[in-house]
């Protein structure tokens, strides 16, 4: 038996992913197709079993599953399916020829049971012989039996026994042999191979050897001139030492990989360098800044004529950023670097990135909303929220996402994050805006622009669109509308916020504990009775909601009915001893929503009987 009613409860509104199993199957049986679905709904087709594995609940072509973290076989026999119109054929098949077999075994039983009740006949009245001689022979030969198991017993059998434990132990022992004769022959294979191995790399090692000696003869020169460019730098033998723990760590086609990349370096490095010194010197203030430079070779074929005025110019350097230090400068710049780093990190971390994900949030929040909004009709109305970009804005919100691609290289590269050179001119343009703000002189205007800037809900442009059979009229257009048509979307559209806040939807919150109280002052001043009514009651019965709302005593009349409690409060002026009092009343009413209802609707009757009759009277 199927729950059909349950299965079509839990599958309402459910679909199918695009690689569900239940895709290969056509079911036009509502019931059989919502049993299905909530069966096998989340089975996936699997292509291989890897896959499966990382696969909750997944079936292979093959006939494999997965299930409950286990694998498994589904295959079974053809006569077990039931999916399919040549399955069920076939299972019709061996269903009648099963139905033939234990037919035919039906007969042959039949036949057997006719057999056995005339053998029980022939057997009626027969006439018995005495089986005493008989089984005195029988015991007569047990006897026998027994006095040759006796002798038996008695023989003497312990060296045979011996003989085959000892021929068991041999063969043991043979095995043993056996087995460390193979080891002995799979152990020279491998060592025949070793050795085979060893011989080929000894004859390549033999014939590299001559190379490898003009390499390291090549090498002892470079040492020998570098050392001699530069002897208060390094000796040879330090070098040499260097080198030798350098072919310890790496691998030669790593080193050589790192001579490739050093040598494509020194060109741009000696450009960069020589631009620098340019820089320094002619900005230097007196000869004791200044120090002799000579545009050196940019080839480390000319070692000795490149490392002298490097050499130098590092000693310069150093002298200077000493010299600097001793004035303060260097802390300065270090302060101002570390400065610019803080800031690069605050503003786009509290600041960009923080924005960002808010304006993201606020469109994820809407969407939640409007899917709520969906499942909530007015009437014969629904509505739903539309957003649209400010473009000023949205230009910020560009900002803040190319901020987080360059925002890797601000400090490698030491760059301030208003002139990354990732930015696009326009995006270029909006940090510079940024930065006006940041610095502007009008602090009161730029405070408020930034705190505009800091505000998510600024980025877009919201509206309220209603739609039924009619067609779709957007709020920001709806100009010929009467106060309470304005105001009943907001009443709508306010409520499902409240409850989407109270955490009223989804399936898995219905009928859960949850507030679902509402406040509202001075409510339904636009309305009609009847839209006021109507509202009322979406509100308290399709949302659920439990309302408190604060309206004039002379406008409640119409909406009493909608209500169980009502409070009332009266200030009265009063003069006591020529003083002037005021005297506050409250009272409260329990009301009986059917009975009012019933009167309400009686008394509204009434009217239009006598607003007919008035006006019949005056047609006349």
């Known amino acids: 038996m199927v729950q059909g009613r349950k299965a079509l409860e839990d599958t309402e509104g459910r679909s199918l992913e695009a690689r569900a199993v239940l895709h290969e199957l056509q079911c036009s049986h509502p019931v059989a197709n919502a049993f299905l679905l909530a069966q096998y709904g989340r089975v996936r087709k699997v292509e291989s079993e890897d896959e499966l594995a990382r696969t909750a609940q997944g079936l292979m072509q093959q006939g494999l599953g997965s299930r409950g973290y286990g694998m498994f076989s589904c295959r079974l026999p053809d006569t077990e399916l039931a999916f399919g119109a040549a399955a069920r054929q076939r299972r019709r098949a061996w269903c009648e020829a099963e139905l033939e077999r234990l037919d035919a075994a039906l007969h042959s039983d039949a036949a057997l049971q006719r057999s056995l009740r005339a053998v029980a006949q022939m057997f009626a009245g027969a006439a018995f012989t005495p089986l005493t001689p008989l089984l005195l022979a029988v015991l007569e030969s047990q006897l026998q039996h027994a006095h040759a198991s006796q002798a038996l017993r008695t023989l003497d059998l312990s060296d045979v026994q011996a003989l085959l434990d000892q021929q068991a132990l041999q063969k043991q022992a043979q095995q043993q042999l056996r087995g460390e004769f193979e080891a002995a022959l799979r152990e020279q294979g491998a060592l025949h191979s070793e050795l085979a191995t060893q011989r080929e790399r000894a004859e390549r090692l033999g ?48 080193l050589r990989e790192r001579i490739n990349v050093l040598q494509g370096r020194l060109r741009p490095q000696m450009v960069a360098l020589a631009q620098a010194v340019g820089a320094y010197l002619s900005g230097a203030r007196d000869d004791t800044e200044r120090f002799a430079w000579t545009d050196p070779p940019r ?322």
């Open 207 to 254: 014939a590299e050897l001559p190379q490898r000696a003009a390499d390291a003869a090549s090498a002892q020169r470079w040492i020998e001139r570098y050392a001699t460019a530069l002897p208060e730098l390094a000796s040879s033998a330090q070098l040499l030492a260097e080198a030798q723990a350098l072919a310890l760590e790496a691998s030669a086609a790593a």
């Open 299 to 620: 080839s480390y074929e000319r070692l000795e004529e490149l490392l002298p005025p490097v050499f130098q110019a590092l000693r310069a350097l150093a002298q200077q950023i000493e010299r600097q230090r001793g004035l303060g400068l260097a802390d300065n710049t270090r302060q101002l670097r570390e400065a610019e780093q803080q800031f690069n990190h605050v503003f786009t971390s509290n600041f960009c990135f923080k924005l960002r994900d808010d304006v993201r949030q606020g469109a994820a929040t809407l969407q939640r909303l409007n899917r709520h909004l969906s499942e909530i009709q007015f009437g014969t109305d629904r509505f739903k929220l539309e957003w649209d970009w400010v473009p000023r804005l949205q230009k910020v919100y560009e900002f803040f996402e190319a901020v987080e691609a360059c925002v890797d290289g601000l400090e490698r590269d030491r760059t301030s994050i208003f002139e990354a050179e990732q930015l696009t001119d326009e995006q270029r343009a909006t940090a510079a805006e940024l930065r006006r703000l940041l610095l502007a002189n009008d602090q009161g205007a730029s405070e408020r622009a930034l705190k505009e800037l800091a505000d998510f809900r600024n980025y877009r442009r919201y509206d309220i669109v209603r739609s039924n059979a009619v067609g779709s009229t957007r709020l920001s257009t709806w100009g010929t509308g009467s106060g309470g048509e304005l105001e009943t979307p907001f009443y709508v559209v306010r409520a499902a916020v409240l409850a989407h806040a109270l955490g009223h939807f989804g399936r898995e919150r219905r009928e859960a504990p949850a507030l679902r109280l509402m406040l509202s002052d001075e409510a339904f001043s636009k309305m009609d009775e009847a839209r006021s009514r109507a509202v009322l009651r979406f509100l308290s019965q399709t949302l659920g909601l439990q309302l408190i709302v604060a309206m004039p005593t002379a406008k409640s009349g119409a909406v009493k009915p909608e209500f169980d409690q009502e409070y009332t409060f009266s200030k009265l002026r009063a003069e006591r001893e020529g003083q002037t009092l005021f005297v506050s009343e409250a009272q409260e009413k329990t009301l009986h929503r059917q009975a009012l209802a019933a009167l309400w609707e009686q008394h509204a009757e009434q009217a239009r009987s006598a607003a007919r009759a008035a006006f019949e009277a005056a047609n006349d």
